[in-house]
Every structure is written in structure tokens, then in C-alpha cells.
């Protein structure tokens, strides 16, 4: 593709974008009407947005555009499976520079569309607008297929913390990128393409999860959440949360501790569930933790309160 968004103009760009997606079931029409349609066998329709804007979230020198789209697409679609839902549809709102390739807006497309693909769902629509800052919203919508929705309310006392997913990758493949280096791959890898585990979300619900979240900006943060919405204290055990060697080798090269990324590093977009002491669960899920009652509202880690930040807040010192 050649030339800029602004020669090719906002209508030429929609239908070089559009052109690139895939249909499936859920999307009964669209992209290219006033509205797409899509099916809602539930009856009920998960919905979720979540923004990444240029120097903030992504960098153009640290990713491709088509990182960006899967990253953009993988934190909604976390957000939906983390519900106990099943994604159908995202949605792309895409603010650009009238300079900017229109490779890199088709490109951020394909990576949308391909990590659609790996949920199950598409794009059924958007739009796009000229602006300073590259802006990429989108919105996700799902399926709860009978499911009742896993909140952030239902821990319990007596309840187990297990995770499955990623934890801490993508916060050493930004320290790594943010020092100028471009390796080990496996965790700028990480840092720019997150693979959420999708399907666990829908499967925690089946298991009888009493409550769900993706981490999207620290475990300890994140979890924060759960306990204040359950009234619960969640203590983690630091000798259950494996750190890898490799890890271990890029913290010392770059003089992080780095259970700090595992606990507090953001993007992964791992799930974390709270489920009965007595559930038989699947390999996947490793058991991090416990729900107590005394306490509400906390997070500890080994009995002791957490008192460095949990994890990202975008109104924070970062
Ligand atoms: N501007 C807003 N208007 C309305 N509701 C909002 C707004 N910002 C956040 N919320 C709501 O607040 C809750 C927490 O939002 P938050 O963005 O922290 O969750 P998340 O999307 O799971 O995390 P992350 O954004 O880190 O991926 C969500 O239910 C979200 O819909
Ligand atoms: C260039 C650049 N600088 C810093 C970071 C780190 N970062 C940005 S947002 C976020 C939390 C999740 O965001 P949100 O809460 O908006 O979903 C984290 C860990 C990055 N990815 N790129
Ligand atoms: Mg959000
Ligand atoms: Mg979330
Ligand atoms: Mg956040």
C-alpha cells in the first residue's frame, strides 16, 4: 500500500480497511451501513472499551501497526473473556495524522482481524477521524451463552486465587525496550503482542469461578479491585508465583527485582479467578493465593500489606 491516510482520503481508507476483514457468524451485517448487526443469542451483550493512544500505550519505533492491533483488540477481548463471555464483535474508533502511511492504518486492521480470529470474533465496524495524536479505541462485545456473569464481587473467604496466563512478561519487555535493547525476544515478544487465554474466561465460569479480571495493570492492583468489590483481603503466596530464570537474568542486567513485574507489571492480560477451596482445577490454573475475611479491601502478599503501587494508574507517577 502506498501513499499517506490523507491522500488516499477517509472514504478510500475505510474501504482499504474494511476490505481486509472477515466475515463470521455473529456479524449479520457490516461493515458499511449506518450500523452493523449483530446476533445476541444470549439475549444479554457484554460490552467493554478500552483506549491506546501513541507514547502512552505503543510506540511506533517499538511495534509494528500490526502489533498494535492485536494488542488493541487482545486488551478488550480480555475484558470480555474475563467475564465468563465469549467475544463476537469489536469495534474500532481510530484517530490518525492525515500524514501517517496508509499502511500502517490497514496494517493495525490486519493485526485487529487476526487476534479476532484467535477469540472467535471480528470487526464489524468503526470509524476514523484526522488527529494529532494516533488514537486507537475500541470497543468489544460478547456472548455469556447462558453463563452467568463472573463479576468482581463473588470471592469468598475460604476461596483459592489461580491464574493462568502470562504475568510480568510484558513489564520486562518494556524495561528491556525502554533501555534501548531490542532482546531476549521472548519477552519484548510479549510486551508487544499479550496473549490473553481467552477461552479460560468462559472455562472459569463452567468451573464455578465466584469471581474474574484480566490483569491489566499489575496483579496486585488488579486484584485490589476484586477485594474491594468482594470485601474480602486477597493474600498472595510469593513461593507459589513463579518467577522465570530468564526473568531473573534480565532483572539483575537491568537492577529490577522481578517479582515487581510479575506482581505489579501490567498488559498481559492474564486471568485471575477466585473458585471454592474444593474445585478440581484443570493443570492451567496455578493457586497463587487465599480469600480471607478479616481485613476487606486488601492485598497482601505473604500476610504483609503491599506497599509499593500494585500496579499502572495512568494518573500515577509513571
Ligand atoms: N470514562 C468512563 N466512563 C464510564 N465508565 C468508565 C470510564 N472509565 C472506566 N469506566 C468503568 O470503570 C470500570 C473499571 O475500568 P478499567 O478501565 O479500570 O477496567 P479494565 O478495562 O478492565 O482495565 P484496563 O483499562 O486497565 O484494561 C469498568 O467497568 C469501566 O467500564
Ligand atoms: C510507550 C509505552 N510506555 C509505557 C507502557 C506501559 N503501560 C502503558 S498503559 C499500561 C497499563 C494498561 O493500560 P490501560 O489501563 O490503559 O489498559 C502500561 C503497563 C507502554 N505499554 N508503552
Ligand atoms: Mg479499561
Ligand atoms: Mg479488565
Ligand atoms: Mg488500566
Redesign the pocket.
Known sequence: MKGTVGQLGEFGLIREMTSRLTATEAVRLGPGDDAAVVAAPDGRVVATTDVLIEGRHFRRDWSTAYDVGRKAAAQNL??VA?MGAVPTVLLLGLVVPADLPAAWACELMDGLRDECQVAGAAVAGGDVVRGDTITVAVTALGDLRDRAPVTRAGARPGDVVAVTGWLGWSAAGHAVLSRGFRSPRAFVEAHRRPEPPYHAGPAAADLGATSM??V?DGLVADLGHVAAASGVRIDLHSADIDVPSQMTEIGQAVGVDPLQWVLTGGEDHAIVATFPADTKLPARWRVIGHVHAAAAGQVTVDGAPWDKAGGWDHFGDQ
Do not use: P
Open positions: 480480555a475484558d474475563a479480571i484480566d491489566s
